[in-house]
């Protein structure tokens, strides 16, 4: 691709692979602000992340003798 074609890219879509992100950054000027990262994997890592969490809570009350989030 052409330094013109990338120099007039107003963004970049992907998932949050660090390479995708890497080469994005050392190609492209401005990349900082023209990353859009794709919503499945964004809701992905979200879901994980509350699940982690929840996962943590639970363990914890039950180590309490509470068993509030039982379902």
Not at 2 to 14: C, K, L, Q
Not at 26 to 47: M, N, R, T, W
């Given at each position: 691709?052409?330094?013109?074609?990338?120099?007039?890219?107003e963004?970049?879509?992907?998932?949050?692979?660090?390479a995708f992100i890497?080469?994005t950054?050392?190609?492209?000027?401005?990349?900082?602000e023209?990353i859009a990262f794709?919503k499945?994997?964004v809701?992905k890592?979200?879901?994980?992340?509350?699940?982690?969490?929840?996962?943590?809570?639970?363990?914890?009350?039950?180590a309490e003798g509470?068993?509030?989030l039982?379902g």
């Amino acid at each position: 691709m052409s330094g013109e074609r990338i120099a007039a890219m107003e963004s970049v879509s992907m998932d949050m692979w660090p390479a995708f992100i890497n080469a994005t950054l050392e190609s492209i000027p401005g990349a900082e602000e023209k990353i859009a990262f794709d919503k499945f994997h964004v809701a992905k890592y979200l879901g994980e992340a509350v699940d982690k969490v929840r996962r943590e809570e639970h363990k914890a009350l039950m180590a309490e003798g509470r068993d509030d989030l039982k379902g």
